[in-house]
């Protein structure tokens, strides 16, 4: 481990160099990539400079320990024994920071929302989710823009798909696909009964065109004519657009965007998503005989998280984790929720690089 983290301070100096380099401050691109990747390693540098300082402490309290007086040396013990202490708890948080990190995990995401089974309920809630979660991008200090808006005929929405930027936006909420389930009596129930509806979530990194192997002389590009809500606009303008991969044949279309541009965007993003996966998945059958993510599956089919509102009650059923505090996460108190979902997830990891 000390090789590595030896390593990883080398080349963070290195990076730091490059950084002042008169040339990579000229190409703006290079300059945001090495002060990135500079960032990303500010915390595991800084936390093996603090390692580092505990063992030079550590061999200078046990020459303390040959003094002649016994008061000093009974002071040298009680610091020694607490600096081992210090030892081994910033052991256990550098083996967590050295955990491989998932390079998909700066990204910006798109995340969509859409009610599930329970009818006006189902809308109602996916609405819940969607101020839920909005009100957690706004105390991360993220961006959020809406791309795609349906509403339920009684209030909340059929489907909401947004873009939201900022730091770590994709580490932070890949926990989040799936199936979200609620138990509450709904506003359309008359005689006060408790009922179950649910809606899906899917969350995907957004994703460049150099995350992605498609060369843009492989794409076949045709416009239509939208139809939908929006009146005249989508039967006037070819609006709508839609992309083919033609090695691959995998094809993809939007009509979300009222203008021909931002359909553009989404549908090849769309494209994007459907060749990663893809690549992704052959990169995964490769690798069959590692471990699989705990929590890390994504499948939209599954049950992740249950909102029962007479108990007060939010479980995660991925880490059988139970929180009596759902006033609270339903106004995006999600920290708690998300940190030990992070926090199965690196030991997971950890298992998997022990093995």
Not at 63 to 90: G, N, S, W
Not at 155 to 178: A, C, M, P, R, T
Request: aromatic letters at 6%.
């Amino acid at each position: 481990m000390l090789d590595k983290l030896q390593e990883i301070q080398s080349h963070y100096k290195r990076l730091e160099e490059q950084m002042a380099d008169p040339s990579v401050l000229a190409d703006m691109d290079r300059y945001t990539r090495i002060n990135k990747e500079y960032k990303d390693l500010q915390e595991v540098v800084s936390k093996y400079q603090d390692y580092r300082l505990i063992l030079e402490s550590i061999r200078s309290t046990r020459e303390m320990l040959d003094e002649p007086d016994e008061e000093m040396k009974e002071m040298a013990q009680l610091e020694l024994d607490e600096l081992e202490v210090r030892k081994e708890q910033t052991e256990e948080e550098l083996k967590y920071l050295l955990i491989p990190k998932d390079p998909e995990d700066s990204k910006d995401v798109i995340f969509e929302i859409r009610a599930g089974t329970g009818g006006d309920e189902a809308a109602i809630f996916a609405g819940d989710l969607y101020r839920m979660y909005s009100k957690y991008f706004e105390k991360q200090g993220w961006k959020e823009e809406t791309l795609t808006v349906n509403e339920g005929s009684v209030g909340g929405y059929s489907k909401i798909v947004i873009e939201v930027s900022g730091k770590q936006v994709f580490g932070k909420l890949k926990f989040e696909s799936g199936a979200h389930r609620v138990q509450r009596v709904p506003q359309t129930e008359s005689q006060g009964r408790v009922h179950t509806s649910a809606a899906t979530v899917v969350v995907m990194p957004k994703l460049e065109m150099e995350d992605v192997d498609i060369k843009k002389s492989d794409l076949k590009v045709d416009t239509f004519r939208s139809s939908g809500a929006g009146g005249q606009h989508v039967n006037k303008t070819e609006s709508g657009v839609r992309f083919t991969h033609i090695p691959t044949g995998a094809v993809s279309e939007s009509t979300d965007g009222r203008s021909q541009i931002k359909n553009r965007e989404i549908a090849l993003q769309r494209l994007y998503q459907k060749i990663f996966e893809a690549q992704k998945n052959a990169y995964e059958s490769e690798q069959a005989a590692k471990r699989k993510s705990l929590v890390g599956s994504g499948d939209r089919s599954d049950k992740i998280r249950t909102y029962n509102y007479p108990q007060n009650r939010v479980t995660d059923h991925r880490i059988n984790l139970t929180l009596y505090s759902l006033d609270k996460v339903i106004e995006g108190d999600l920290d708690e929720i998300l940190e030990a979902l992070q926090v199965a997830e690196n030991a997971e990891k950890l298992k998997g690089e022990m093995s």
